[in-house]
């Protein structure tokens, strides 16, 4: 009999796999407590010393073997594990802990490890609060130096060629060493769809399932499986015409694969002549190529995050100018969208204030333009590169977690003070920087025509959107359940916001999830959306949709399906919606 397990799917672009099982036997076991005499302590100090030492050098060995057409990001995970093998905040305090408590350096290190995940849990944001996993994956590798594993259970040591590799956790350097040896996929026990893991499966296309609790427990080493990247599905088990059934599908989407990029040239434009703008949502400058190569039609979100991270002082004017300016250098010519600094006071860079009340809530606090309007020197040179990086090329901005116009009006007065001193200075800059408003806030939704009359453009943030009018964090397992972007309040709110950009006569985008859906991409162009931001994996996918689809017959029925939003669930109208 078939057994099915159900995870969180993570490559949905290369989505199905078999292969037979193999079972990762390394595990995280918890490091036992034992004390030592004060006369032991340098040799402890001395012995942690050795299994970092021997932790780095085998993180060299797996960088040392990614392809060189391997995207840059893929290096950087593996660098950014290297750096944390250096950092004080880590290697220090353990050596402190084992001077002061006398005890043995795997207890010495699960302790601090523990605390710095807990640091990292209390976030709000959820792409950084998946960070937690880098502090365990660092912490696993010394541990397993401190062990002296066995050199059988390390993966490097396997012949992994064609199957699927079942472990409790797997680190980014995992990831890697299971492309380089002919992996089919992986599952784990744990992880999730923002943790550097499931970003490395999807850059280098390994079909991956994550978050199938105790499924070590129930497989066994070599029985066939069939891993489903896009349901989250892993079938153990399976009878002969089950897997031949996904064979035909694999089959498929490889074809589809082959199809898909016939159309990177075409114009994105609906069956009765509607151009639709196909944009990028972009963690690193080095996402620029893979987002050409899908034929983005500009940059629709592009985060900054990562120049205040992994870092104790503030990037200056002059950093953040020289990476804006190489981004848009690039693009050539592409439109580019930049978001402004969208971290918490629960994730802040040294040399932020403190949050006036330990017990404030990350989410409801003060975060992203909220905080840098109370910081002005971390606002002012962001702003001020912003500017005249736009001088370079077609830039805009845009401001996250909008409440309120109040805080438009602050920021534009804060925009034309720049303008006044960069004219002072010489320096080029761009007067007419097209200015937007992220809309991630029910309260802007609700106010979105207000604030449509101040700025350029709108975005719709349709993830942070769902969870603050659901009141659901969609990483909690135990109510994540009732995550629902089709909720029929959240529909309403979308089209509120489309409905007010119309209004003002600007443009409205959408960079949430909800956008590189296929699911939704009907239901979208129905509402009056032409602007779709998404990661670029995605971008050709929603394409092949939108040329096949006549706008005005999907208004039509899309107002239909509004017309019943109290009475039937929106999946079900859905399902009726997308049929061709």
Not at 123 to 151: F, G, N
Not at 166 to 177: E, K, M, S
Request: glycine share 6%; aromatic share 4%.
């Amino acid at each position: 009999m078939t057994l099915a397990f159900q995870g969180i799917g993570i490559a949905p672009a290369c989505s199905i796999a078999l292969g037979p099982a193999f079972i990762d036997a390394r595990g995280r076991v918890g490091a036992a407590h034992s004390s030592i005499s004060s006369e032991q302590v340098p040799a402890e100090i001395a012995r942690f010393d050795l299994a970092v030492t021997a932790a780095r050098r085998a993180l060299q060995r797996v960088r040392a073997q990614i392809p060189r057409n391997t995207p840059v990001k893929v290096a950087e995970f593996i660098d950014a594990h290297l750096l944390m093998l250096e950092d004080a905040a880590l290697v220090d305090e353990v050596r402190r802990i084992v001077a002061d408590e006398r005890c043995n350096a795997e207890w010495a290190l699960q302790i601090h490890g523990d605390t710095l995940v807990e640091v990292f849990e209390q976030m709000d944001d959820p792409y950084l609060r998946t960070r937690r996993d880098d502090i365990e994956h660092v912490v696993h590798q010394i541990q397993t130096h401190l062990r002296d594993d066995a050199p059988h259970t390390r993966l490097e040591e396997q012949d992994l060629q064609g199957v699927v590799v079942v472990a409790r956790d797997l680190t980014p350097a995992d990831a890697i060493l299971l492309k380089h040896r002919g992996a089919a996929a992986f599952v784990t026990e744990f992880g999730g769809p923002m943790s550097h893991t499931a970003i490395l499966a999807r850059s280098l296309g390994v079909p991956a399932v994550m978050g199938i609790h105790e499924i070590t427990r129930y497989l066994r080493s070599g029985e066939p499986l069939v891993v489903d990247g896009e349901t989250g599905t892993v079938l153990a088990k399976a009878d002969e015409s089950t897997l031949e059934y996904y064979r035909q599908r694999l089959r498929a989407i490889e074809a589809r694969q082959r199809r898909l990029r016939d159309i990177v040239d075409q114009p994105a434009k609906t069956r009765n002549g509607v151009l639709i703008s196909l944009q990028a949502n972009l963690e690193l400058p080095e996402d620029v190529d893979i987002a050409r190569a899908n034929g983005i039609s500009g940059v629709g979100l592009y985060r900054t995050e990562f120049l205040y991270m992994n870092r104790k002082d503030l990037p200056d004017e002059a950093e953040h100018l020289a990476t804006y300016a190489a981004l848009v250098a690039d693009l050539d010519g592409i439109p580019l969208t930049i978001r402004t600094l969208d971290l918490g006071i629960d994730k802040r860079a040294d040399g932020l204030s403190a949050c006036g009340s330990g017990a404030c809530n990350p989410a409801l606090g003060l975060r992203a333009l909220r905080l840098c309007l109370k910081e002005p020197a971390l606002f002012r040179p962001q702003l001020r590169a912003i500017l005249r990086a736009a001088a370079l090329g077609p830039v805009r901005l845009m401001l996250p977690l909008v409440t309120n116009v109040q805080e438009i009006d602050t920021v534009l007065a804060l925009l034309a003070e720049l303008k006044r001193e960069l004219h002072a200075q010489g320096l080029a800059y761009d007067d007419d920087l097209p200015v937007g408003a992220m809309i991630e806030v029910p309260a802007a939704a609700l106010a979105a025509r207000a604030i449509a009359r101040r700025v350029d453009f709108l975005s719709i943030g349709t993830n942070d959107l769902a969870q603050y009018t659901l009141a659901v964090d969609r990483l909690d397992d135990s109510v994540n359940y009732l995550f629902d972007p089709i909720h029929p309040a959240i529909l309403r709110l979308i089209r509120m916001i489309i409905d007010a950009g119309n209004g003002a006569g600007i443009a409205v985008s959408m960079c949430g999830e909800m956008a590189g859906d296929t699911r939704f991409t009907r239901l979208l162009l129905g509402m009056g959306l032409r602007e779709f931001s998404m990661q670029p994996g995605a971008i050709l996918d929603v394409k092949e949709i939108l040329l096949q689809v006549d706008t005005e017959d999907l208004q039509r029925r899309t107002a239909r399906l509004f017309t019943h939003l109290d009475d039937t669930h929106p999946a079900r109208l859905l399902d009726t919606l997308n049929q061709d």
